[in-house]
């Protein structure tokens, strides 16, 4: 939103009162379904998805290269931590401390991008 | 084992959950019964998501197979928090915005069709029955270990407190004793957890307690082609069945909106992520403080229950083992009247009329048939972990397809929802039903059946999506409404003119679901 509050409309108060805003036009786009609306509302979704599919793949494809990973690569004597072998180190702790971080980044992109389109429908 | 310190833990539990249910008698109207009136903050609620969602598979299987099989199974930990941010990213927010309660409610409003709705009915009930199955076979497992008391007794005495509770309170009841009862489980079992560790370190020596094995015998369980198989599609059904749980979805509509689902949905990953470090502990440390090799997967279920008594003897070891019967308990407990709850909510509006006394007749089926059931299966000899991570496949094969394509497709169609549940469902269920049977021996057979997900999870959603673009004539002519409702920020979603109405609660739009949301 533009900041309406630095405008100063100079009409009498009847007149714009009898007359509806053009500013929420494109909200009512939206919420009509009116091919524009339609149109915003799709650039929504494909954006979301988009982050979605994204976040996933980045947790995902590292999780299921592991069991491979963790089958194959022979672990040094050093790599022993109080006697406890690689599987038990990585498989815990460091997974759950990245499954959060995708978690906050998720959130933090889907309402910014939530926070975009509401100020792109209000002011077009 | 001390028979009455660990009665008097096990009684505390009961009382507790009795107690604050009691607490709830005041949740009078509908909205308060199914909902709670939609008025817990993401901080509670994501508690109570996790005190629901801990269940005697984490709780008391995790650390069982950890110990039997080796590294392999801390897959299970990973798979349960996992599935939450598939969730998160892929359902949460739409799913809540939905304004349904159930995924019964979401796919008759997003397809509208009854059929869609009675075969998600069919497996929300299905579904929330299995799942109960295990913890109380658990239940009766942990009674017969901790006080020798008979294995039938726990599970009666469970599934008792579950009826009392879930009648008595509903769902606002249930929200307060769930979110107390995460902390509770995490607490009986990190303090115990923190003393093993010590004693292992050798910091604390209490007296007669034994050595530890040499590290070098702890070799890998499964190998091979089939090992691997096995922990990709654990993988597929634990990362996509979350979402599919019925006494998740239930707990998601609780949130005000979607944004506070998203943040409780964050909360969750923290509160498990702290919780699935523990049954590493038990499940290590009992490799390494042995007895002799577990004689069946049953058996390593008391994993959790014997490793403090062994460690360290004496009455402070007596106290540690009262504390992790306590907490087990909590377990049985929050998850049963989670799933009880839901069931019995499903069942009330699709047969006994939706009001509160519709809500307590159906209560009483939701609980006393997986009663029945966990007491004639109460000798097959499979691990509590294992039972829910097929069901876990059946959830991923029906609800992950119906609301992945539900909420990001347009050209769904009923008749591909239809077509992709039964073939994803009943794919499922069949290779459960053979598993539990002893079907499938050893070889490629047995594997393929005892992890279904890898295959009926893509077969559902191919049969989804080509039911669905085969009856192109039938896409909803609200689809874009709908989706629009779904992904439309609550800031917009009231809309130019109306809104006012934005603080109200939107669900009373789902047609001929406004009954619930009457407010008295």
Known sequence: MGDPSRRVSVSHPRTRAARPGRRDAAVRDVHEQTPLGEVYMKALMRTQLRLGLLVCAAVCLPLAALPLLLGRVPVPHWARLWGAGLPWLVLGPPVYALLVAAGICYVRRAERNERDFDEHVRRS | MNAPANLTAVLLVVAVTVGVGGYGLRSRSTPDFYVASRTVSPLRN??????????????????????????????????????????????????????????????EARLGSMAVRRTATVFVVLIGLLYQVPQLVGAGLALHTALGAPAWSG???????????????????????????????????????????????????????????????????????????????????????????????????????????????????????????????????????????????????????????????????????????????????????????????VLSQDLFGGDVRGFRRAAAPAVLVPCAISLLLSGSGMSVAHEVGLIFSVAASTFCPLLV????????????????????????????????????????????????????????????????????????????????????????????????????????????????????
């Open chain 2, 155 to 345: 599970t009666v005495l469970v599934a008792v407190v579950v009826l009392v509770s879930v009648i008595t309170g509903g769902m606002r009841s249930v929200t307060l004793v769930q979110s107390v009862q995460y902390w509770l489980k995490l607490t009986a079992l990190a303090v115990p957890a923190l003393a093993l560790l010590l004693v292992w370190r050798g910091v604390w020596h209490p007296a007669g307690s034994p050595s530890p094995l040499p590290v070098a015998h702890a070799a890998g369980g499964h190998d091979g082609g089939q090992g691997l198989y096995g922990v990709y599609s654990l993988m597929v059904a634990l990362f996509l069945g979350t979402m599919g749980l019925p006494h998740v979805t239930a707990r998601f509509y609780t949130n005000p909106d979607g944004r506070a689902a998203r943040r409780t949905t964050v909360g969750v990953l923290g509160l498990l992520g702290v919780f699935y470090v523990l049954p590493e502990v038990y499940g290590g440390l009992g490799r390494l403080y042995a007895p002799g090799p577990a004689a069946a997967d049953r058996a390593a279920d008391t994993e959790v229950l014997l490793l403090p008594g062994r460690l360290v003897p004496g009455s402070t070891g007596q106290l540690l083992t009262a504390l992790v019967v306590a907490g087990a308990f909590a377990a049985f407990l929050s998850t049963c009247s989670g799933l009880a709850l839901s069931v019995a909510a």
């Open chain 2, 46 to 107: 994501a508690a109570a998501v996790s005190g629901e969602y801990v269940s005697a598979a984490s709780y008391l299987g995790i650390a069982g197979l950890l110990a039997t099989y080796g590294s392999t199974m801390l897959w299970y930990g990973i798979g349960y928090t996992a599935g939450y941010l598939v969730l998160l990213v892929l359902v949460a927010a739409p799913l809540r915005r939905s304004g349904a309660y159930t995924v019964s409610d979401f796919a």
């Open chain 2, 405 to 520: 394509l539900g909420i990001w497709w347009r050209r769904l169609t009923a008749a591909g929802a239809v077509a992709g549940m039964l073939v994803g469902g009943g794919l499922s269920a069949a290779a459960l039903t053979l598993t539990l049977l002893g079907v499938g021996g050893t070889g490629w057979a047995g594997a393929l059946l005892a992890e279904p997900a890898a295959w009926s999870v893509p077969a559902a959603f191919l049969t989804m999506v080509g039911g669905s673009l085969l009856t192109p004539g039938r896409v909803p002519s609200a689809a874009s409404v709908m989706l629009a409702r779904l992904h439309l920020p609550e800031a917009l979603a009231a809309g130019p003119a109306d809104r006012s109405a934005a603080d109200g609660d939107r669900s009373s739009a789902v047609p001929a679901r406004s009954s619930r949301d009457g407010h008295h």
